[in-house]
T-cell receptor, first 119, second 108 residues
Framework: NAGVTQTPKFRILKIGQSMTLQCTQDMNHNYMYWYRQDPGMGLKLIYYSVGAGITDKGEVPNGYNVSRSTTEDFPLRLELAAPSQTSVYFC??????????????????FGNGTRLTVT | KNEVEQSPQNLTAQEGEFITINCSYSVGISALHWLQQHPGGGIVSLFMLSSGKKKHGRLIATINIQEKHSSLHITASHPRDSAVYICAVTGTASKLTFGTGTRLQVTL
């Protein structure tokens, strides 16, 4: 299994440009998450999805969009890049049987991150 | 007030010391996660808990659901344990919320 794969690893954007950060998992996980980590700061949840066709906003969704058309893929779209979006972006996934303590629940699996600079 | 609070924010220990990192949360949860992030590195899941206690090698994680509190213990700490340790909770609405992390430095 490849686990959680994020692409690209690095990207530099100019203000106003758009891009899509890709995230794919091959573990049949129903839950997927996008979050950002600013230098020296904690992780902030951007968007999450509990299954194909279902997405929800996290703490800091402004300036981003997501879609979940398949179980495997959860791309994050930046439409009009701004310097405030300079950050490291992590994708994560897990399986939840929606029953706390279920032996089918899995831990979180993380991608290696995408370092994005907007200048 | 953050939904997930960790303490301490920074911790320095000597090799061999017993270390405890605490996490308190204020929301209903379906699971609590302890994560490890090495400098410049990715994030690894150490534990996922919904009750009781789990042990993996020198690491022990406990959770008290009634008190909304969890602890991560490291026994016989080693310099390679130096990392940021993050507590995260999956809320009952499936939302994932992170603590701000505890930066641990273990010296020789």
């Amino acid at each position: 299994n490849a686990g959680v794969t994020q692409t690209p690893k690095f990207r530099i954007l100019k203000i106003g440009q758009s891009m899509t950060l890709q995230c794919t998992q091959d573990m049949n996980h129903n839950y997927m998450y996008w979050y950002r980590q600013d230098p020296g700061m904690g992780l902030k949840l951007i968007y999450y999805s509990v299954g194909a066709g279902i997405t929800d906003k996290g703490e800091v969704p402004n300036g981003y969009n997501v879609s979940r058309s398949t179980t495997e893929d959860f791309p994050l779209r930046l439409e009009l890049a701004a310097p405030s979006q300079t950050s490291v972006y992590f994708c994560a996934s897990s399986y939840s049987a929606r029953f706390p303590g279920s032996r089918y629940n899995s831990p979180l699996h993380f991608g290696n991150g995408t370092r994005l600079t907007v200048t | 007030k953050n939904e997930v609070e960790q303490s301490p924010q920074n911790l320095t220990a000597q090799e061999g010391e017993f270390i405890t990192i605490n996490c308190s949360y204020s929301v209903g949860i379906s699971a609590l996660h302890w994560l490890q992030q090495h400098p410049g590195g990715g994030i690894v899941s150490l534990f996922m808990l919904s009750s009781g206690k789990k042990k993996h090698g020198r690491l022990i994680a406990t959770i008290n659901i009634q008190e909304k509190h969890s602890s991560l213990h490291i026994t016989a700490s080693h310099p390679r344990d130096s990392a940021v340790y993050i507590c995260a909770v999956t809320g009952t609405a499936s939302k994932l919320t992170f603590g701000t992390g505890t930066r641990l430095q273990v010296t020789l």
